[in-house]
């Protein structure tokens, strides 16, 4: 198991109650998988992926990666883990607008301090032409289309070779034909480099195109 959510809380105290958005979650992640988390606005799925990825901090319960608890470790090493081990996606890129399309992918692993520039450039480079972008590594973000920047954004989240992909309503932003390519472009990670992919989405295509569907409503699997 490489990814585990045991018995996991997340709620918010608000000045007259308590906001509850998950409610005692429990998943289990196998290496190499491809999982659809899918359900409706508001039903938990992006508070899964951040749980999961060590962005936020639960309320009750456990993230185990690879067995051990995530936050019960420093925020330094947990910041450490996260970034040689997970690599996240989101809907609406947070590419770095005065970058390039090759000095955002670079980014990860000059921040990272693993890799001198130029081999961060020479991997990044590499990584955009796996994902069909290898002509436009000089174009700042609003230079591409939509589609593009989204692939970019997952090339950047390759960077540092990560075991799990977390990706937030990867296609929610995209028209149903940029959409797919995508979606083609995840599967074939997850067939090929055996990446673990997970999808927060409310899309029921890709649903039907990942291993196992994990249906949330109201902050509980169903």
Same mark, same amino acid.
């Given at each position: 198991m490489i990814l585990q959510a045991v018995n996991l809380h997340k709620y918010y105290n608000t000045r007259k109650t308590k906001v509850n958005v998950l409610k005692g979650l429990n998943i289990d992640i196998v290496e190499a998988e491809f999982v659809t988390v899918l359900g409706a606005s508001g039903a938990g799925k992006s508070t899964l $992926?951040?749980?999961?990825?060590?962005? &936020?901090? *639960?309320?009750?319960?456990?993230? /185990? /990666? &690879?067995?051990? &608890?995530?936050?019960?470790?420093? &925020?330094? !090493?947990? %910041?450490? $883990?996260?970034?040689?081990?997970?690599?996240?996606?989101?809907?609406?890129?947070? /590419?770095?607008?005065?970058?390039? #399309? $090759?000095?955002?992918?670079?980014? *990860?692993?000059?921040?990272?301090?693993?890799?001198? %520039?130029? !081999?961060?450039?020479?991997? #990044?480079?590499?990584? /955009? !032409?796996?994902?069909?972008?290898?002509? =436009?590594?000089?174009?700042? *973000? #609003?230079?591409?289309?939509?589609?593009?920047?989204?692939?970019?954004?997952?090339? =950047?989240a390759l960077m540092n070779d990560p075991r799990i992909l977390l990706c937030d309503e990867p296609t929610g932003n995209l028209d149903s034909k940029t959409g797919s390519k995508i979606c083609e472009l995840l599967m074939r990670l997850n067939r090929e480099k055996e990446y673990t992919i997970i999808i927060a989405t409310h899309s029921e295509d890709i649903a039907k195109l990942s291993s196992r569907v994990v249906h949330v409503r109201d902050g509980k699997i169903e």
């Open positions: $992926l951040h749980l999961l990825g060590g962005l &936020d901090m *639960p309320s009750e319960g456990q993230v /185990l /990666l &690879d067995g051990s &608890d995530f936050y019960k470790i420093k &925020d330094r !090493e947990r %910041a450490y $883990l996260r970034s040689r081990n997970i690599g996240f996606v989101f809907q609406f890129y947070h /590419l770095l607008p005065e970058f390039t #399309a $090759l000095e955002n992918v670079m980014m *990860p692993g000059l921040v990272g301090g693993s890799i001198t %520039a130029a !081999e961060a450039k020479q991997k #990044a480079s590499q990584l /955009l !032409e796996e994902v069909g972008l290898e002509h =436009r590594t000089s174009h700042h *973000p #609003a230079e591409l289309s939509g589609g593009e920047q989204q692939r970019v954004a997952i090339a =950047r």
